[in-house]
């Protein structure tokens, strides 16, 4: 047996804590890069120029071609902009909030001296340029833009995502570590390694479930605590839970939010397995298609034929497509049901 540290009142140093604590309180707030943050900009401006283009039109027609005028000009300094925040993210990031906006206001200042240049290189601004009241435009949008990016990049941080982490980490059960300390106790006199075993498993799925998580963790952490959580589970149901990983090495880079494939193996447990005198089967599969990760989660239901199906509320799958959405934006695809008669958790993320 291992020497292990037994009723130690401090918990043993994490020496990747300290970093991803660090981490995860800079969200950047220029992270222009992604495709939705783009469609959201360029959407906004639109809508803007459409506004804007009534004034003064006469008919349908005269406010399509003013629209289209003045898209010409603002589309391409909208794009410069948002190359510009997002190769410059890391820059901007350094300076104080006052300061993030004053460099945004004036990147859109210059953009809008841009997209009044373009006007007038193509000879359809008229003869005295509007250069005070483009620049002034881009200014204001700008810095709507950039109070957008510093709502989305708070709502990022882990100070305005304690509650849903917190929910997520107390999906870990009491009855669940019951369960667990039971099991440890009958296997303490027949089997005592294993019984160390077990609690040594228990005890990585707690720590590292109450500690402070960063930003992010890669597929493959996600994955080592999803086969502990497994592990502890397989002593409890023996032959009853039968679980099968099929992983792609490829795709073990894959960022994703902290503690998103516990509670989704857990479900799968809760609802696929545990209610059925049968038991049931769980497939986990993580496949590198192209520039993307597809990780699935499928298990067997219970009381096939009988009409006989445990539904849960949906706050643990909630969850997990809100923290998604709020770390991949549009560039995440997440969905849920039943599929060719079993219950099939499907997500697919970028790989880097």
Known sequence: MQ??????????PLPEAAPRAAAAGRALVFDACQVGVVLRAVLFVEAVLGVGAMFGSASPGDWLARLALYTAGALPATLAWLITACSLKKALQRLRGPLQHAAGVLLGALAGLYACAMLALAGTAGEAPPWLASAASGALLSALLVTALQLRARARAPAATT?????????????FLFNT??????LVRDDPARAEALLEDLSDLFRHALVEQGESATLQEEIALA?????????RFGERMRVQWVLDPRADGARLPPLLLQPLVENAVKHGVEPSALGGKLRISAELRGSRVVLTITNTLPGEGTGERVRGHGIAQANVRERLRLMHDVDCDFSAGVHNGLYQVRISLPAS
């Open 163 to 175: 509650a849903r982490l917190a929910e997520l980490q107390s999906r870990i059960r009491p009855h």
């Open 181 to 186: 300390l039971n099991s440890a106790i009958a």
């Open 3 to 12: 020497d292990t540290q037994i009723l130690s009142t401090r918990p043993a």
């Open 227 to 235: 086969r502990r959580y497994l592990d502890i589970e397989q002593v």
